[in-house]
């Protein structure tokens, strides 16, 4: 069985501040890993995506996540925090087997200016 | 890119009755569309997956007698709350797996979601 879990349902940083999410991973099998935002009344938008290769992943809006397989970690970070990444956040994990995909409950994340 | 275009993006129903959502893959085929229930502030719940051709595949302690999900073609899935109650008030999300050779890995596009409100 395969389970995520996101350390701290909130996050407040201070705009240009260091952006970090965590996220923690259960699978037996080589994990897909994926993250997502959501912003409010919306649908999810993919932000990254790890399959294989390189452990260190560059999303869009200059969001980057590293696979640690050591660790079963797979945090979420951005250099310089923008109001406009204020928004909800998921990592989620694939099923290999088939199209299931695992969520995390998500951390909101709040920027102050 | 793939676009799922999901509608209404709200709706207000009165209890008792049933309202359809609709989620269409725009420039792309999805054989599997999956539907999630989101309560505020908690993460996604799957519902089921929409099988394109075929039954939908429920996760357990889903009504699939007040939930009907019918996939009628490569490009609709449809999702009918039925006999709606205000505790069926929620945020529902469609979303379709992306497509080539490496499928099974491919991210989710989702829809916008659907804002239900049963009163």
């Known amino acids: 069985a395969q389970s995520v879990t996101q350390l701290g349902s909130h996050v407040s940083v201070s705009e240009g501040a260091l952006v970090l999410l965590r996220c923690n991973y259960s699978?037996?099998?080589?994990?897909?890993l994926f993250w997502y935002v959501q912003y409010p009344n919306q649908g999810l938008q993919l932000l990254l995506k790890?399959?294989?290769?390189?452990?260190l992943v560059k999303g869009i809006n200059g969001f980057e996540a590293e696979f640690k397989k050591s660790e079963t970690s797979f945090h979420l970070t951005k250099p310089s925090a923008h109001m406009s990444d204020a928004a909800e956040y998921f990592c989620a994990v694939s099923n290999t087997g088939g199209f299931k995909t695992i969520f995390g409950a998500g951390t909101r994340l709040f920027v102050k200016a | 890119g793939a676009v799922v275009s999901q509608h209404p993006s709200w709706v207000i129903c009165k209890s008792g009755t049933s309202v359809k959502i609709e989620c269409r893959s725009l420039d792309f085929q999805a054989t599997t569309m999956f539907w999630y229930r989101q309560f505020p502030k908690q993460s996604l719940m799957l519902m089921a997956t929409s099988n394109e051709g075929s039954k939908a595949t429920y996760e357990q302690g889903v009504e699939k007698d007040k939930f009907l999900i019918n996939h009628a073609s490569l490009t609709l899935s449809t999702l009918t709350v039925t006999s709606a109650h205000p505790e069926d008030s929620s945020f529902y999300i469609c979303?379709?797996?992306?497509?080539?050779?490496?499928?099974?890995?491919?991210?989710?596009?989702f829809g916008n979601g659907t804002r239900l409100t049963v009163t």
């Open positions: 790890y399959t294989t290769g390189a452990t």
């Open positions: 979303s379709a797996p992306g497509t080539g050779p490496s499928s099974y890995n491919s991210p989710l596009h």
């Open positions: 699978s037996s099998v080589p994990p897909y």
